[in-house]
T-cell receptor, first 114, second 112 residues
Framework: EAGVVQSPRYKIIEKKQPVAFWCNPI?????LYWYLQNLGQGPELLIR????????DSQLPKDRFSAERLKGVDSTLKIQPAELGDSAVYLC????????????FGNGTRLTVT | GESVGLHLPTLSVQEGDNSIINCAYS??????FIWYKQESGKGPQFIID?????DKRQGQRVTVLLNKTVKHLSLQIAATQPGDSAVYFC???????????FGKGTTLSVSS
């Protein structure tokens, strides 16, 4: 099966500019996640979707970050305006619904804010 | 083979040795655990998982051990190869409807 697809792979922007990331999950996976990974650290959850509903967005900085998952398939994550501290890798993952289903990750978007 | 008692950020082994990577998890209510491998420039790749009703599970060249008494998880890699060089993360999940929480990674370096 095809894996989780993310684009772009890299993005360099100036601070205060907007940026958007896109994710296409594995076909049939109803649960979609956005994680943030800083250099040398493990991924940290930003938001989790069950189909098109955001069921856990408690860690999403809502003043500048937003996400959507229209039609319950693809998802976009947006930052507006970006800050220097947002430089990181943004990972998308998906899983089947169910108690113990492993997450499958995409290769991420590396964001550099200058 | 090389082993790590407590979590250490790096582990260096010779090709062909067995590797043991340790992880201490935080939540006694966690009931599902996963080991991921992350190579440079890539996302975490699923290796093996284990539920809390088990204490050992084996895959191809890998074994995961779970000790719930001391909240400790380990990943054993048999006959370590240069292609095993990567950062390894353990992750825990409390129950359905909660997020996967990642531990600190261990960088495994395999020299031939």
């Amino acid at each position: 099966e095809a894996g989780v697809v993310q684009s772009p792979r890299y993005k360099i922007i100036e601070k205060k500019q907007p940026v958007a990331f896109w994710c296409n999950p594995i076909s049939g996976h109803n649960t979609l996640y956005w994680y943030l990974q800083n250099l040398g650290q493990g991924p940290e959850l930003l938001i989790r979707y069950e189909n098109e509903e955001a069921v856990d967005d408690s860690q999403l900085p809502k003043d500048r970050f937003s996400a959507e998952r229209l039609k319950g398939v693809d998802s976009t994550l947006k930052i507006q305006p970006a800050e220097l501290g947002d430089s990181a890798v943004y990972l998308c993952a998906s899983s089947r619904q169910g108690r113990n289903s492993p997450l499958h990750f995409g290769n991420g978007t590396r964001l550099t804010v200058t | 083979g090389e082993s790590v008692g407590l979590h250490l950020p790096t582990l260096s082994v010779q090709e062909g040795d067995n590797s043991i990577i340790n992880c201490a998890y935080s939540n006694s209510a966690s009931d599902y655990f996963i080991w991921y491998k992350q190579e440079s420039g890539k996302g975490p790749q699923f290796i093996i998982d284990i539920r809390s009703n088990m204490d050992k599970r084996q895959g191809q060249r890998v074994t995961v051990l779970l000790n719930k008494t001391v909240k400790h998880l380990s990943l054993q890699i048999a006959a370590t190869q240069p292609g095993d060089s990567a950062v390894y993360f353990c992750a825990e999940k409390e129950e359905a409807g909660t997020a996967l929480i990642f531990g600190k990674g261990t960088t495994l370096s395999v020299s031939s």
